[in-house]
């Protein structure tokens, strides 16, 4: 597919107004109106059809360097695209760790080479990810990949004169830290959620409080560093009162959601099925009821996949002994759709802001999450919100199959994706 002209024909903008085409040349949005035409366009029919801007995801694990066979920059970047994404912040947790700019040069370098999407590469907050002297956070951030966000993904920074410093290195440096917060000490030996599902079928409990404590002590910090922090994958109804609190007090404290604990609770453990382990692990419904009502008033910002790939023999095993993490790129949208929109928590134009301009600001990209308008960049979704289509694990662009949502039936689906005006899916096809 060449860099040449796009039409987008009688698609509703933000799924508001009246069918609307959009005329896309040299990267740029350049025309807006009905009946445009333009010689040798590639014309998508987009009637019924909602355009939005390009999703924005702050939390993805690919897994180049080290574990290719179960994701690639490659593999992840269809699958993003796939997922209606047009930028994606890659986690340092890879082997070796990000926490050098050689790696996360080579991410942002491998990310254009293939082309479907933009992966941010995310730095290691401290040396291979131990926890106890930071990484070069200033030679990462002034490298090619430009980082902007830094991370322990999968760790919690937990020493806390430690994250002091990173807090008050970072606002020199002008980038984000991500948190995951887990208080380490409290969740020696936990699986799953600390409750009542939990102790019956006899697996280790991770309590809220892990989360919660971390939560409020890296806002304390933050606050007295004049520093900004966010939270990954924010899971309890506690960390919504906390952020709550946080941002009432003008805390610069911003988080995310995933979409699986948008849907899915702790009643899933019954079967013991390995793909259903997650850190923070599945909560109850009062969290998950929280959590969308928290998405949905902006206490909770944005939504971040916290896409984790992980290979067929380190998933089906024993409960306890199946690594944590879900494929979530392809299925985001599906579940923000069917967990916000459907009960009317938000319309279109705040599956925008969660999905794709919020996460821009929070990082920092000029050329995402922008206004559909005319001399705008062209990073565009489309979102067919009337689309039944069933998830099947080998079906999706991720070398890895662990969906929890395997077999699900949902009713959206991302048809179109253009990244800088280049279709990266049409039809719902990866266009390489
Ligand atoms: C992530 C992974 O597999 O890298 N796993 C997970 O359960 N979420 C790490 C992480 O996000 O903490
Ligand atoms: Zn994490
Ligand atoms: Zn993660
Ligand atoms: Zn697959």
Known sequence: MSGGEVIIRGALLYGEGEPTDVLVRDGEIAEIGSGLTAGDATVIDAAGQVLLPGFVDMHTHLREPGREDTETIESGSAAAALGGYTAVFAMANTSPVADSVVITDHVWRRGQEVGLVDVHPVGAVTVGLEGKQLAEMATMAAGVGRVKMFSDDGHCVHDPLLMRRALEYSSALGVLIAQHAEEPRLTVGAVAHEGPTAARLGLGGWPRSAEESIVARDAILARDAGARVHICHASTAGTVELLKWAKGQGISITAEVTPHHLLLDDSRLETYDGVNRVNPPLRERSDVEALRKAL???????????????????KCCEFSQARPGMLGLETALAIVAQTMVEPGLLDWRGVAKVMSERPAEIVGLPDQGRPIAVGEPANLTLVDPAREWTVRGPELASVANNTPFEAMTFG???TATLLRGRPTVLGGQVQR
Do not use: E
Not at 296 to 314: E, I, L, N, R, W
């Open 412 to 414: 959206a689906k991302v």
């Open 296 to 314: 949905s008033d902006g206490t909770v910002d944005c939504v971040g996949t916290d896409h984790a790939p992980h290979a067929d023999q380190d």
